[in-house]
């Protein structure tokens, strides 16, 4: 997942199908065979929304899961990229629709609710790792736990 934040904007998607269909969410998706999260995460950006991510650095990383804390078919293991600018401009696709957003005042009512919690902190530059456990529908948040590391920001490129 990566949230390119240009001259004070953060730019997100309105996801249009799939996991999360009308929430606003960063973009992202899965790691394809010999890809690393940064490449995954560069990818993403330039098949959802046809620009290129520029400066990206690792922020954090957590764990998704639906029910319980056990990792199973639906869990996910998420890596959590910034980037300083893009090259291009946002276009729609199949998938998503962009959307900008000044980055103090993120949408996270129209986000996931794990989203409250975790975005934040990537926004003051701050890293973490976390473990997150939703309802079966995604709309409830069980339990999570977050901490904040002191290992500094990973850098990517």
């Not at 996910?76 to 696709?93: L, S, Y």
Request: net charge negative; with cysteine; charged share 30%.
């Amino acid at each position: 997942m990566c949230h390119p934040t240009v001259d004070g904007d953060l730019l997100l998607i309105r996801k249009r199908r799939g996991l999360g269909e009308g929430k606003i969410v960063g973009s992202g998706g899965k790691i394809e065979a010999g890809e690393t999260p940064a490449e995954a995460a560069r990818r993403e950006v330039q098949e959802e929304l046809h620009v290129e991510p520029i400066n990206m650095g690792k922020r954090g990383e957590f764990g998704f899961h639906f029910r319980d804390s056990e990792p199973d078919e639906d869990s996910m293991f998420v890596h959590v990229f910034t980037a300083e600018e893009i090259k291009g401009t946002p276009t729609a696709t199949d998938e998503a629709e962009p959307v900008w957003y000044p980055a103090d005042e993120p949408p996270l009512d129209e986000m996931w609710v794990t989203d409250r919690i975790w975005l934040p902190h990537v926004l003051d530059g701050e890293p973490f790792t976390g473990e997150f456990v939703l309802s079966d529908d995604g709309e409830s948040l069980l339990s999570y736990e977050v901490e904040l590391t002191d290992t500094g920001l990973w850098n990517d490129e």
